[in-house]
């Protein structure tokens, strides 16, 4: 046994050092497979890459035209809306002095209705009036009007019931008293009327 180790060993010895190279080298210098020569030498055809570089541009042209229209609606729509508001503000410009300036016609509805009837303070009651006419047609020329609201129907939408009664020949839901008068401006309401309503 120990003999046919040494000859085995000394074979191994005599062995060209160079043969593993030579055998690495043969394995480097394998063929490469047929499809991927054939992949390599195949070159895209001019045309196609022409054909495919217009559909890239295309997509591209059609989603700045996509960008460009959703920018010019979403500009309009800020144009409109701006308008809009821009009209709001004029139609209802005046109602923030209306409604400081409804207090004060109110006082001098009150003090004409309990004003005293004699000769000392005529002149001074026809001032009132004159005053108070001024006023009301002030602010009629900005679009504030009364609302009327005496012996017509009750309108949840522009009147308020404080009070309801029962008044013989009157019918149910029909406004016997205004308690304070109510102002429209223009569309708008700018204070309900508070009433009492028929039972």
Do not use: C, W
């Not at 030498?41 to 460009?68: C, F, N």
């Amino acid at each position: 046994m120990k003999k046919e180790m040494r000859v085995m060993s000394k074979k191994n010895e005599k062995r060209d050092p160079t043969e593993n190279e030579e055998i690495m080298e043969v394995e480097d210098e394998l063929p490469i497979p047929e499809d991927e020569v054939e992949n390599d030498l195949i070159e895209k055809d001019p045309l196609e890459v022409k054909e495919e570089e217009i559909a890239s541009l295309q997509d591209e042209l059609s989603k700045a035209k996509t960008d460009i229209a959703r920018a010019y609606a979403d500009t309009d729509n800020m144009r409109k809306r701006l308008q809009k508001e821009t009209d709001m503000a004029k139609k209802y410009r005046f109602q923030s002095a209306a409604l400081e300036l409804l207090p004060i016609l109110d006082s001098m509805n009150l003090a004409l209705a309990n004003a005293p009837e004699n000769d000392e303070t005529k002149n001074f009651v026809k001032g009132f009036e004159m005053i108070r006419t001024q006023l009301e047609n002030a602010m009629s020329n900005e679009g504030v009007k009364e609302i009327d609201a005496l012996n017509k129907p009750f309108d949840h939408n522009t009147m308020q019931a404080l009070m309801q009664e029962k008044v013989d020949g009157v019918e149910p839901g029909i406004v016997v008293e205004v308690l304070q008068k109510g102002y429209m401006l223009k569309d708008r309401i700018l204070r309900p009327a508070l009433v009492k309503v028929s039972e």
